[in-house]
């Protein structure tokens, strides 16, 4: 059974950095080379947005050049565990929001929430003077 549990979230001010992490186990090493993981965000009262996506071959996409500029996906190279990291430098009050990371299996990652089956619980960010 497919695992994905997140960490790192935590409150900072305007201009702080943050690293979450998420890590997905349970999968076969064979499916490994398809693996994508990405990290979406939803802001209270506003729909889930998909913010940056990896494949285990290490292609990534982001939703935005302004959140490529800020934001940084990476991932270990362990094969039997896989750590995603998101590192987010120059938050914004508008960065706010509970961030979930998702992993699944396709030839290229995506940020649309519905291509990925598995899921985290979620981890809060909140940017606050």
């Known amino acids: 059974q497919v695992r994905v549990v997140e960490s790192g979230g935590g409150s900072v001010p305007p201009g702080g950095s943050l690293k979450l992490s998420c890590v997905i186990s349970?999968?076969?090493?064979?499916?490994?080379?398809?693996?994508?993981v990405a990290w979406f965000r939803q802001a209270p009262g506003k729909e889930r947005e998909g913010v940056a996506a990896?494949?285990?071959?290490?292609?990534?996409?982001?939703?935005s050049d302004s959140l490529k500029d800020r934001f940084t996906i990476s991932q270990s190279q362990e094969l039997v565990k896989k750590t995603v990291y998101l590192q987010m430098s120059q938050l914004q009050v508008d960065d706010t929001a509970v961030y979930t990371c998702?992993?699944?299996?396709?030839?290229?990652?995506?940020?649309?929430?519905?291509?990925?089956?598995?899921w985290g619980q979620g981890t809060q960010v909140t940017i606050s003077s």
């Open positions: 998702a992993a699944d299996w396709m030839s290229r990652c995506t940020l649309t929430s519905r291509d990925y089956i598995n």
């Open positions: 349970g999968y076969r090493i064979q499916q490994l080379s398809d693996l994508c």
């Open positions: 990896i494949r285990s071959t290490g292609v990534s996409t982001y939703s």
